[in-house]
């Protein structure tokens, strides 16, 4: 089966936006980025995901949130957290771009050498898993059983609801 990615939105749903999710194949999980802003009530597509604290219409969309890691705690990053299914590491992600590579350890500290932030980084490494799912599955997994096992697997934190962690036991 195939996953998609969105690590994209806004504040606004979009009529068209909702009805490509709609049109995409029932079996096809799409995982989204939940949005940057704390004061923001929803974000667009994640807040379709029939998941979370306020469910949307479609069952196969799963909304994620960022946090980060910090005196050995994980934190929420500051973004909005309404309505998210799932969180995964999103806060200081290592990148590499055509120009420079950013959280290098070997160049000076400053601002452009830190690691980028944000729900966008979160919701591929929650894609990631999926796929680890899908590929370690020996059944036909449809959106309803990836959002299951990312669940199960997730670390329960009274203060992020579920934290991503892969864990091959959970799925079938």
């Known amino acids: 089966k195939d996953l998609i990615n969105m690590s994209l939105g806004g504040p606004l749903p979009s009529t068209v936006l909702e009805h490509a999710l709609e049109l995409i194949e029932s ?23 029939s998941g979370g604290t306020t469910p949307g219409p479609l069952d196969n969309v799963i909304a994620v949130s960022a946090v980060g890691f910090a005196n050995n705690a ?36 400053a601002p452009e050498n830190l690691g980028l932030t944000g729900s966008s980084f979160a919701a591929p490494v929650m894609t990631a898993m999926a796929a680890l799912y899908l590929d370690s599955s020996s059944q036909n997994l449809q959106p309803a059983d990836i959002r299951g096992c990312l669940t199960a697997s997730a670390l329960l934190n009274p203060n992020l609801s579920r934290m991503a962690w892969f864990d091959s036991t959970v799925c079938p």
């Open 27 to 49: 079996g096809i999980t799409v995982i989204t980025s939940n949005g940057n802003s704390p004061f923001s009530a929803s974000h667009f597509p994640a807040s379709y995901s």
């Open 74 to 109: 994980w934190r929420i990053a500051g973004f909005n957290t309404r309505g998210a299914d799932l969180f995964a590491p999103g806060v200081d992600v290592c990148v590499t771009t055509a120009t420079t590579i950013r959280c290098d350890p070997l160049a000076p500290a």
